[in-house]
């Protein structure tokens, strides 16, 4: 007769504690050969994992339904549009909103493709979109006369649907709306995500549930900042959250107040089952959808779309020679630090690097480069009276470098 696992001699424990003890035993491990042990099965980048649920997080009016639009598309393609890897080629991908209609999804996704020269073709038969306010709504969740009752049909036909349809990534688009539980109550979400979770699992898909922050605000997005119980986080395997640029950011980068809305970050806050990787930027560019009456005004719907940005490094193309050409300026001149001065430090440097000291954006890179130069010995500052006997720091040559 064979000995009963683990899992079922625990299963038959209260039983069997009342007629006799119970065995239970270590199992010793197996040394194995690393190169043996399967790779995690990554669907996106290192972003999205099958058989797990992840969530992304972000304030209203950021980017995010045009995020996850060309995300949807990056993966139904097997295009890294947006700078994360496809893995093992495209994937089925199931857009389901519970906030816009199908016209909305349809100018967003119709705008990528436009943006990122996507062809009808390239997403053929891959990617499904269903709108709640089309009649296609969910709900997972209810409370009943005061009991709390999952649905385990509509978990059921998910499931089924799903497998089915051989679905590689859900992504559904808000999480709030796909349940009518209070969003507070952290032991009812927790079931509700780890009914999602055993769905992911059984389906062999990552299911990504779009979350809101708990407010709006100007402080910066954490995965903490999700709305309601924090249960839905603790069960995700991986948090994203997304972030416009700050306005000090946006000031060291010279990008002008009114296109800093464009810029946003997005970052995996919960990076259980993989490497913290730096943040990854996003410009919201315009496209116009050509869906305007001829002769009109305008040519129609101007839609935003994501694409990959990379900050600009201040120090790109600085050579040793700049440096030692601006120190040699600095040597035989009278350079203050004050950006405000005539002879701020900062006009030798634009004029070596052929820069605008007046322009925005080339003073703001000027000032991160005297900072790191100062920082770092090449210059240094010295303390003396200018011309009105006034003490003043001036900017002076420090550890002189070769060209």
Known sequence: MNALSLAERLENAPIAVAEDRVSISATLYQWRDPATIPMRPWVYGRWFLRGTVACIVAPGGVGKSTLVAGTALAMATGQSLLGKAVWEGPKRVWLWNLEDDLDELARSIQAATIHHDIARSDIEGRLFVDSAMEGAGLCTAIEHEGKFVLLAPVYQALKDELIGRGIDVLIVDPFVSSHEVEENANSKIDKIAKAWARVAKDANCCIVLVHHTSKAGSAEVTALSARGAVALINA??????????????????????????RYISVQDDKHNRAPAEKADWYRLASVDLGNGPQNSIGNGDSVAVAETWTPPDPFDNVTPAHIAQVQALIADGEWKQNVQAAKWAGHAVAQVLNLNADSRADQARIKIILKEWIANGVLGIERRKDGNSDERPFVVVGRVVQS
């Open 236 to 261: 995700a395997r991986s948090t994203l959250v997304i972030n416009r640029m700050e306005p000090d950011q946006a000031d060291r980068l010279g990008i002008p107040a009114d296109e800093r809305r």
